[in-house]
């Protein structure tokens, strides 16, 4: 992912995409723990692996770590904390925190290249010249809106606070509680186009309470820019197969297998607790499945068996579930026709619904956001020959 933009909370390049890549062969060890506690107060960790190393936001300092976390290359101290975490292959932006400060840091050398102050408000998206916020107050309706990357100089800003896909020079914009989804061009705000999932009357009818609609899915890339196409996938599942220039509907389709999701070049991957299916969105059909229920229905115990968010490569899929325990399955079966199986619930852990675990490699990261706040690190626990760099990695 070196040289693409990422969001933190998501894990996916600007445009929403999933790639699926290769290592993660099952099983894995616990490699590390990075305690929350960064000199300024134990908080939330948030991080952001790329090819440096895994950069971690904390209170009071912005860090670069060695992948293992086994050491800190760099760090940046400053006043408050920063959720956000943005990566080029050459600079890191963070924030607003929570002073409204925003850094710029080279990632090589962890030199502050930047400071300055915005209105509080979370980055939703980012093109090369602009950036996207999105403000909300408890006294004011909430906006989106438009900066100049180089000055931070407002272009415009418009209501509304739904989630933000950049496509090019132009953001995706979801509002009217998911039930509308507008192309707005980045400088202007123009609106180029609008893709509607129900009618007018529906729509309002919807607000009010009064009519159940079936709106674009949230907590998940549900709106993914693949080449000249927009993927939007609503929350029963139905992937909407769009052009980008002008919104026209090309394809619509209900997967025979539904569930949480990832959306790739080529595909949109649904996962169940139970099995993974492959969604082509080019010809709107099933290419692959796997059932993997009775590998995993041990590990789930009294549990109800329920995916929250996963992580995808060439050999294994990984998932979390409602009560913190990690699981992983071997896309393929052994000779015997059997699957590797794995998991782990670390110490009175609690994995908020729908957070992604993120990987790099061989290396899988979890943020510990209950009674143990920091992050933690797994790698393969068998040597493999690295994609990235062509060495191999052994257990320690």
Not at 16 to 41: I, M, N, Q
Not at 180 to 197: H, I, M, P, S, Y
Request: aromatic share 10%; hydrophobic share 35%.
């Amino acid at each position: 992912m070196s040289g693409v933009w990422w969001i933190e909370w998501s894990g996916f390049t600007r445009q929403r995409l999933f790639r699926v890549c290769s290592g993660l062969r099952l099983p894995l060890e616990r490699a590390s723990f990075l305690d929350g506690e960064g000199g300024f107060g134990r908080t939330a960790t948030y991080y952001l692996p790329c090819d440096r190393g895994v950069v971690v936001s904390r209170r009071g300092v912005i860090s670069l770590h060695q992948h293992d976390l086994s050491g800190e290359l760099w760090r940046v101290e400053h006043d408050g904390w920063s959720g956000t975490l943005i990566y080029d292959g050459r600079s890191i932006l963070t924030g607003p925190s929570e002073h409204g400060e925003i850094l710029e840091i080279d990632a090589e050398r962890g030199k502050v290249t930047r400071r300055a102050l915005l209105q509080l408000g979370m980055i939703k998206g980012f093109s090369s010249e602009t950036l996207c916020q999105g403000l909300s107050t408890d006294t004011a309706a909430p906006l989106i809106r438009s900066l100049e990357r180089a000055s931070l100089n407002l272009l415009w800003e418009r209501s509304g606070f739904g989630s933000c896909t950049s496509a090019e020079q132009k953001y995706l914009l979801d509002d009217e509680r998911r039930t509308v989804l507008r192309c707005v061009d980045a400088k202007t705000g123009n609106v180029e186009w609008t893709f509607e999932v129900a009618p007018d009357a529906g729509r309002a009818a919807f607000r009010d309470g009064q009519k159940q609609l079936v709106p674009i899915r949230a907590g998940f890339p549900s709106v993914v820019a693949v080449d000249k196409r927009v993927i939007v996938v609503l929350e029963d599942s139905t992937v909407c197969s769009l052009e980008l220039a002008t919104g026209k509907l090309l394809a619509r389709a209900r997967p025979p297998f539904s569930g949480i999701h990832l959306v790739t070049e080529t595909s949109v991957f649904f996962l169940q607790a139970s099995g993974l299916s492959e969604f082509d969105h080019r010809t709107m059909k099933e290419v692959g499945r796997i059932e993997y229920g009775r590998d995993v229905e041990a590990l789930y115990g009294k549990e109800h068996p329920y995916a929250c968010a996963f992580w995808l490569t060439e050999e294994s899929v990984i998932w979390t579930t409602l009560n913190g325990v990690l699981i992983g399955v071997s896309r393929k079966t052994d000779k015997s026709g059997k699957r590797v199986v794995w998991s782990d619930r670390p110490e009175k852990a609690v994995m908020p619904i729908g957070e992604f675990p993120l990987a790099y490699g061989d290396y899988l990261y979890r943020a510990e956001k209950g009674d143990r706040l920091g992050l933690y690190c797994y790698r393969s626990a068998s040597p493999r020959a690295d994609a990235r760099t062509g060495t191999h990695r052994s257990r320690r």
